[in-house]
């Protein structure tokens, strides 16, 4: 049963593929229902996978199969916080290593242009750290990186 709130994304014809991937990826993440188009329409023909449902992160999605019109970009991301480097490592390369693209800050975007931010917890703890100066080492150092290195970030905390 779909959730009364749902984020809906937009594939053009991968939306199987990527709640797939999701599902095999992130914990609490699930495929749901595949819903096929029963008739044709602007991006496919009737048979063609129209919706997929599914969860990331306990996040209710639908995937929709509507074509090269729109593409996703920065403006909505993902936002997964991490307990330690291993996990922050291996979500990260998970997506980049699916053909996905790192950038900067902790921010990466999969394969199908979704936008991810893998942000350990203890990154958030260390730019929220009351000592203004504490923060700001630990923001600089951010500013530097791709993946985040939490060893790195804890360094520039200790200064």
């Known amino acids: 049963m779909m959730s009364k709130n749902t984020i809906c994304l937009w594939y053009d014809g991968t939306a199987l593929d990527a709640a797939k991937f999701y599902a095999e990826t992130f914990p609490d993440s699930q495929m749901g229902a595949v819903y096929r188009a029963p008739a044709d329409y602007p991006a496919g023909k009737q048979g063609d996978v129209l919706t997929v449902e599914f969860t990331v992160m306990g996040i209710p999605c639908l995937g929709l199969n509507g074509g090269p019109a729109f593409q996703h970009n920065e403006a909505f991301s993902f936002q997964v916080a991490t307990d330690d480097q291993a996990e922050t490592d291996r979500l990260w390369n998970a997506i980049v290593g699916n ?24 990154l958030t703890a260390a730019i929220a750290d009351p000592d203004r100066a504490v923060a700001k080492r630990a923001f600089e150092a951010m500013m530097g990186m791709r993946k985040i290195d939490i060893a790195a970030i804890e360094a520039a905390r200790r200064g």
């Open 99 to 122: 053909g996905g693209q790192e950038s900067a800050c902790g921010w990466c975007k999969d394969k199908w242009g979704l936008s991810w931010q893998i942000t350990p917890r203890a």
